[in-house]
Every structure is written in C-alpha cells, then in structure tokens.
C-alpha cells in the first residue's frame, strides 16, 4: 500500500523504541543518505526516532536532535508520546533527506483513535482477586463462544483485592498506520487518572496496569494527563466512550459525563482534541449518577438493518411496567434479588423505588439524553433501546444490563435477578426481547457478588483490545 501523503508517522514506546511495532519509510534510495527534522521544534525532535533497514529489519539510529544517516538507503520514523499535559503539541512536520539528495517529506503523526462497542474484540481484560474468581471462570467459559473467540487476560488485583475495576484504570485507543501489508493497528493504553481519589486505593492496581502494558513491545502506553485531586470519579474511564460511526463522525464520537460543573480532565480532553477525528466530545449530564460515568448509562450494540447499530439507555420507565404488570397478573408478593441482602418484592420494589420521586426525575435526565443522541448522533427513535434498569441514590438496583461487555453480536450481561412468572426472569425476558431481534446473543452471569454491591457491573469490570473496523483514518481527514 502507498504511503498517502503526508507520511504517516506511528507512535512507538520509549523503552521499545529498539522494537518498533511499526515505522513509517521514508522514500528509499540507491545510496546512503541523512536525515533530519526542520522547523526548530526541540521537543519533537528529542521524540522522534530515526531508523535504517538492515537485513529486513528496523534498526534504531537515534533520535531527530541531530542528523542521521541510513547507510542502506532505506530510512524510516516513528515517534514517542508527549509527556502528560503537554501543551500545543504539534502533530505536522517535515524531514529533509540531504547528502546527496536534498528532498523533503512532510510527515504527519498518526492520531490515537478510541474504540466503539461494535469494533471487534481480541484481548479481555479483568482483574483476579479473592473477589472475582467465579467471574473470570464464567469468562473463561464463554469467551470461546463469542464472536472472535477473544483471549482472556488477567491482571493481579491481590494487593487491594476490593479494587475490581479494570474499565476505569486504563482506557485502551489505537494508533493506525498503512504498512505493505495493510494496515498496521498498535494498541495504545492510555494510562490511568486514579491516583489522587481519596476513596480507595487505587495506585497498587493502576501500577500493576501500567506495569503490564509497558512489558510488552506491542502496546504503546501514552499517560496523556496528570492525576488531579477532589474529582469524586469523574476521570475514571468508565466515563471516557466513543459511539460508532455516525454522520460528521466516520470513526466516532466521544462521549463522556459531566456532574455540574465537574468535567472530565481537561488535559485528557486536549489530547483527544489533538488527535482531530472523534471531537469535539458529546457531554451528557449524569449528575444524578452516584458514580457518574457515561457507560452506566449508554453502550452501543450491532443490529441487522437501519445503521446498523442501536443505542441502549436504562428505563426506569419500563421497568416499572414490568413490575406493575407483574404486581397485576397476581404475583406482587414474588421474590425479586432472590438469595441476596436485599431480597425484596415486586410490590415493595415498585413503591420504594419504582414509584419514587428519584425516578421522576431520572426519567427527566434521560429523556434529555435521548434527545442529544437524536441530535447530535442522527439517531432515530428506533435507533434507541431502553432496557429495564432501577436507580436508587443514583445507583443502580436491578443490575444494569447496559453496563455489558459487547464482543461483536455477544453481549455478556449482569443477570438482572428479577421476578419469576411462569419460570422466566421477567427482566431478562425485556432484555432478550429487546436484543434478540437485533441479531445480540445474550449471556447472563450473576456478578451480584463482586461487582453489583459495589456500584458497578460487568462493563465496569472489564476492559477490551479492539481493532478498528475502520482504520483508514487518512481517508477521512480533511488536508
């Protein structure tokens, strides 16, 4: 494949930078040549790296400081994150290939692009402690019946066994960049934001994440922003999501919370501006979230037809249908969150919660939401499905199946818990009618135990490697 031009420069880890995941070459040539970068920028220069081919391999010749020489005439470059909260950096420059041939090469480096729901699924993150083993053997179970048949991978959680969030310690983007093959697609984790929450102790995790990324030469981890303090759980990254291509949005569209007048990390957001191709960002008000992150409350599946997508939301709304019907045909006094702490009824639930001035205004806050994702999505009416959720405290109570783990047409969901008529989960019953026609095939695992009494559910207890089903970025980028 042609390089387009400008060259596309991908970013490479500092301490593989001898490893390079992928390079992008410069136009070869007969005879030996140097190179350099122009323009002045001293920090770019001390992050670019420059590299010879020799015997079919990259072989790191330095940095762009000074000039370098490819003694086999065939050079290439990639380059090394900024450091956290680097201001103004700038993506655009060009090397000159002088002695003997004085060409220039305008160069652009490759943006990280974050992954959708709908991109398909290699890796599956999730924390092992005392807490979690019958989860990760349920995944262990069921990853080799989903789409892609994704490797599971888990990180030790042992030193703070209660710190079970592996979607909020790292947010994992792709770098895209053509090679002879295609397109070459580099993992890049962007690094945790935890460490000053003054809730739970987060560091022992989020340095066992780091740590792990850092190993291995196929990730590039990027911490784009520096920890800050008294921002509750706002720049965890179960508030970081990007929809899947929509109008104006060939690769998505970021999505994240905001509490009032607590937004997401504003050197984050700047380093997803700087990439260009997934902003500006669409800011949904969760602020009667407890927690206040944007996967509690939206996610995205494939379905057969139309866009080819549909958006979930929580229905408080439909939930209390499904109750009150229940509560009808005879069966207000059936069990609901069987076996657990707090085992209730269809009829209590319905009127200490379901009925609750809490859901009026929940319902208000939503239907907002649906009306942005309208506008600012293109999404039709038949573009949203609600599936049955209840918020007390601005919790969840039934288990939130829109906090699944989407691996293509699989959706792994909390098991609601819910009433039984005639046998059947009335709220599983809603969920699978809703998904089902879509083309989804629904599991159920009963993450009660250790997730859901911790105010999170199984897409906040997991994290994914995606590939972009649509890497060629270039295409869409305005020159």
Not at 75 to 103: C, L, T
Not at 232 to 261: A, C
Not at 275 to 296: A, C, K, M, N, R
Request: net charge positive; aromatic share 6%.
């Amino acid at each position: 494949m042609p390089q387009p031009n400008p060259l596309l420069v991908p970013l490479v880890s500092n301490a593989h930078a001898d490893k390079p995941v992928a390079v992008a070459a410069l136009p070869a040539k007969r005879r030996p040549f140097s190179c350099e970068i122009l323009g002045g920028d001293a920090e770019l220069a001390a992050r670019l790296r420059l590299y010879d081919l020799q015997n079919g391999a990259w072989t790191l010749l330095g940095d762009g400081t000074a000039a370098r020489t490819s003694a086999s005439g065939k050079a290439g470059i990639a380059i090394v994150p900024p450091d956290p909260g680097a201001k103004n950096v700038p993506n655009r420059f060009v090397v000159r290939m002088s002695k003997p041939y004085g060409e220039t090469v305008n160069c652009r480096v490759a943006p990280v692009l974050l992954t959708s729901s709908l991109d398909p699924v290699e890796t599956v993150f999730v924390v092992q402690s005392k807490l979690t083993g019958a989860f990760v053997a349920e995944l262990t179970r069921l990853l080799p019946k989903c789409d892609g048949k994704p490797r599971l991978q888990v990180i030790d959680g042992s030193a703070v066994p209660h710190d079970i969030w592996m979607q909020d310690t790292v947010e994992i983007g792709v770098c895209a960049v053509p090679d002879g093959r295609g397109v070459k697609q580099i993992p890049v984790p962007l690094t945790g934001l935890r460490a000053l929450h003054n809730g739970i102790k987060t560091a022992p995790f989020d340095d066992a994440v780091r740590q792990h990324f850092a190993a291995a030469a196929r990730y590039v981890p990027v911490q784009a922003a520096a920890s800050r303090p008294n921002t509750r759980w706002i720049d965890w990254f179960g508030n970081m999501e990007v929809s899947p291509p929509v109008p104006g949005f060939p690769h998505g569209r970021v999505l994240t919370g905001y509490q009032k007048d607590l937004r997401f990390h504003p050197d984050f957001l700047a380093f997803l501006e700087a990439q260009g191709l997934q902003v500006p960002p669409l800011f949904i008000d969760v602020s009667w979230l407890t927690i206040g992150h944007v996967d509690e409350i939206i996610n995205f599946v494939p379905a057969r037809g139309g866009k080819g997508f549909r958006a979930l939301l929580p229905s408080p709304a439909l939930a209390k249908s499904l109750l009150e019907t229940a509560a009808k045909n005879g069966h207000g006094n059936a069990p609901v969150f069987a076996g657990t702490k707090e085992a209730t009824t269809v009829t209590r639930l319905l009127s200490e919660v379901a009925e609750s001035g809490e859901t009026r205004v929940i319902e208000k806050s939503l239907s907002e939401t649906r009306r942005q994702l309208r506008a600012e999505l293109a999404l039709g009416d038949a573009d949203i499905v609600t599936l049955p959720v209840l918020f007390k405290d601005g919790l969840p109570v039934i288990p939130n199946a829109v906090n699944s783990l989407v691996i293509g047409r699989d959706a792994i969901a909390p098991a609601p818990l819910g009433a039984k008529v005639g046998g059947t989960d009335i709220f599983e019953k809603a969920i699978r009618d809703a998904l089902v026609p879509l083309g989804c095939r629904v599991h159920f695992v009963d993450i009660w135990e250790p997730y859901h009494t911790r105010s999170g559910e199984i897409h906040c207890g997991t994290n994914t490697v995606r590939r972009l089903q649509n890497p060629r970025w270039w295409a869409n980028e305005k020159r």
